[in-house]
T-cell receptor, first 109, second 114 residues
């Protein structure tokens, strides 16, 4: 059965303190891995798609990387406005997307 | 304007009431989905639709029904609401021409059933 697991569940960082979020996946035939950002009271907002091991994508202070078993979302010198829940997801079968339960990131000023 | 619009944004109602949540989109996508999100459980699929004549149950469809009124409109109904249906509900869309593209979400409806 396809599965996505995110860790840690929650992370508190000081402003400027870099760290990484993990998304481990088990899926037969990876067809993409998606990262989303979700703010309180809002829907998930698409950030990145990664398709193959070794691929990297960057956006401002965020960089997503992919291996054959997991993806990392690296946050460099985070700011308080980076505080959000970060979700990863993979397509599964012909219609389904498997979502992780997310990492709640809090960046303190 | 948002690409995926959900109404209402918040709703409080009583057990046994019928409730309809509405979703409209301007992305031109054929595929639309309804999810619920609960703390610690992530997003769970309720129903999905690949076009106006195609409606399919997701993993947690009991107690829910849907209607696809047009390519751009997909509504979710709770026929007789119960307290454990209290959750955050999201509508999402995706492009049928590429199954490997991400979904796009509305901002959700926070539903509380007393």
């Amino acid at each position: 059965e396809d599965q996505v697991t995110q860790s840690p569940e929650a992370l508190r960082l000081q402003e400027g303190e870099s760290s990484s979020l993990n998304c481990s996946y088990t899926v037969s035939g990876l067809r993409g891995l998606f990262w989303y950002r979700q703010d309180p009271g809002k829907g998930p907002e698409f950030l990145f798609t990664l398709y193959s091991a070794g691929e990297e994508k960057e956006k401002e202070r965020l960089k997503a990387t992919l291996t054959k078993k997991e993806s990392f979302l690296h946050i460099t010198a985070p700011k308080p406005e980076d505080s959000a829940t970060y979700l990863c997801a993979v397509p599964s079968g012909t219609y389904k997307y498997i979502f992780g339960t997310g990492t709640r990131l809090k960046v303190l000023a | 304007d948002a690409d995926v619009t959900q109404t209402p944004r918040n709703r409080i109602t009583k057990t046994g009431k019928r409730i309809m949540l509405e979703c409209s989109q301007t992305k031109g996508h054929d595929r639309m989905y309804w999810y619920r999100q609960d703390p610690g459980l992530g997003l769970r699929l309720i129903y999905y639709s690949f076009d106006v004549k195609d409606i399919n149950k997701g993993e947690i469809s009991d107690g829910y029904s849907v209607s696809r009124q047009a390519q751009a409109k997909f509504s979710l109904s709770l026929e007789s609401a119960i307290p454990n249906q209290t959750a955050l509900y999201f509508c999402a869309t995706s492009d049928r021409t590429d199954e490997n593209q991400p979904q796009h979400f509305g901002d959700g409806t926070r539903l509380s059933i007393l």
